[in-house]
T-cell receptor, first 110, second 110 residues
């Protein structure tokens, strides 16, 4: 079954404690991307990757890092989380612009 | 001005009616246009994509694109209560950057 798997699905953490949200896809897609969704602000792109070892900033990259060492994985790293990074995060993958989303990771930073 | 703007809604239509969702975009170089449906608490799922001017039909859904007017629309015919969701318009650039509208919430009343 084609899947985009995110972990953790829910996380409550404290300011400054580094965390990583993993994303893995079994669809063999080149393209992967991270979004955050906030009420009234819609889905905003954080980072995207057109291929292995290639990453680019989206609209809201500040405070986030990513890496793409292999095709199937695209982790999102928050080195020093702050309360304004409390959000619902989605990972997505696709080949021709049509995106398939993971189930989302709800992150709360206290 | 936002890069992708949708009619703010919420939109309410009776069962069996046509629901019309509209989207405008600012980047004239945009190539690919998508409509996603997002049920409450779920991840977005792709329902339509369109790349060329004109209409594209898939079952009860029709996407319309007018690049000269920078306008994309989605028509849902014979609306059903199961169509009640938030609809997201998305624009993808050639380099992989994607921009979403804030979404229009549709309610179909039985």
């Amino acid at each position: 079954e084609a899947q985009v798997t995110q972990n953790p699905r829910y996380l409550i953490t404290v300011t400054g404690k580094k965390l990583t949200v993993t994303c893995s896809q079994n669809m063999n897609h080149e393209y992967m991307s991270w979004y955050r969704q906030d009420p009234g602000l819609g889905l905003r792109q954080i980072y995207y990757s057109m291929n292995v070892e290639v990453t680019d900033k989206g609209d809201v990259p500040e405070g986030y890092k990513v890496s793409r060492k292999e095709k199937r994985n695209f982790p999102l790293i928050l080195e020093s989380p702050s309360p304004n990074q409390t959000s619902l995060y989605f990972c997505a993958t696709g080949n021709t612009g049509e995106l398939f989303f993971g189930e989302g990771s709800r992150l709360t930073v206290l | 001005q936002k890069e992708v703007e949708q009619n703010s809604g919420p939109l309410s239509v009776p069962e069996g009616a046509i629901a019309s969702l509209n989207c405008t975009y600012s980047d004239r170089g945009s190539q690919s246009f998508f409509w996603y449906r997002q049920y409450s608490g779920k991840s977005p799922e792709l329902i339509m994509f369109i790349y060329s001017n004109g209409d594209k039909e898939d079952g009860r859904f029709t996407a319309q694109l007018n690049k000269a007017s920078q306008y994309v629309s989605l028509l849902i015919r014979d609306s059903q209560p199961s169509d009640s969701a938030t609809y997201l318009c998305a624009v993808m650039g050639n380099a992989g950057k994607s921009t979403f509208g804030d979404g229009t919430t549709l309610t179909v009343k039985p």
